[in-house]
């Protein structure tokens, strides 16, 4: 089964300034996808970011990318000039590729890492 | 284009009442999923529902079921509620199962007295 690791249950940063989340998973597939999700206090699960794992190329979306190390099984979220509305639980999670066959797409979630940004 | 809508926000029941929840997803999905988030569990996968079948369904008792319509949208239904049923129930769409992108409500958070 797989399983997604976030070390991290809460980080603090200031504002403009750049912050780390990571996030660790184990899987025996080769096909896969990585995400990352932020829920503020509204609740919405809302996708940050998203990475494929047969993609060698890091994703980038603005001011967030990822460090994807897929031999390592890592997979960390990079937050450049952080601002005030970052504030939030982040959530990595991991989901197989349709292409790695059967049907069960769940999302698997780590614990997750609450972010504070201090103005 | 809307988002995914879930109904209602909140609920507050009591003990051995069932309750029915409600999801529409975005126009064109046809995939709609089912999480549960508590504070100690986590995020938990509940169950999947595609051209009103259910593919797939987490590990949780038979009283929580689902069912899909043919415009898509789904409720799930909770009965004999417990205590610990208490939760935040999310619903996410896309369009076909395995998508490459999954679209999540605001979610319905569930009271049992």
């Known amino acids: 089964a797989q399983t997604v690791t976030q070390s991290q249950p809460e980080m603090s940063v200031q504002e403009a300034e750049t912050v780390t989340l990571s996030c660790t998973y184990d899987t025996s597939e080769s096909d896969y996808y990585l995400f990352w999700y932020k829920q503020p206090p509204s609740r919405q699960m809302i996708l940050v970011i998203r990475q494929e794992a047969y993609k060698q190329q890091n994703a980038t979306e603005n001011r967030f990318s990822v460090n994807f190390q897929k031999a390592a099984k890592s997979f960390s979220l990079k937050i450049s000039d952080s601002q005030l509305g970052d504030a939030a639980m982040y959530f990595c999670a991991y989901r197989r590729s349709s292409w790695s066959g059967g049907s069960n797409y769940k999302l698997t979630f780590g614990k997750g890492t609450l972010l504070t940004v201090n103005p | 284009k809307a988002g995914v809508t879930q109904t209602p926000r909140y609920l507050i029941k009591t003990r051995g009442q069932q309750v029915t929840l409600s999801c529409s997803p975005i126009s064109g999905h046809r995939s709609v999923s089912w999480y549960q988030q508590t504070p100690g569990q986590g995020l938990q996968f509940l169950f999947e529902?595609?051209?009103?079948?259910?593919?797939n369904k987490g590990n949780f008792p038979g009283r929580f079921s689902g069912r899909q319509f043919s415009n898509s949208r789904s409720e799930m239904n909770v009965s004999t509620l417990e205590l610990g049923d208490s939760a935040l129930y999310l619903c996410?769409?896309?369009?076909?199962?395995?998508?490459?992108?999954?679209?999540f409500g605001s979610g319905t958070q569930l009271s049992v007295l």
């Open positions: 996410a769409s896309s369009l076909t199962p395995g998508g490459e992108k999954l679209f």
């Open positions: 529902y595609f051209s009103e079948t259910q593919r």
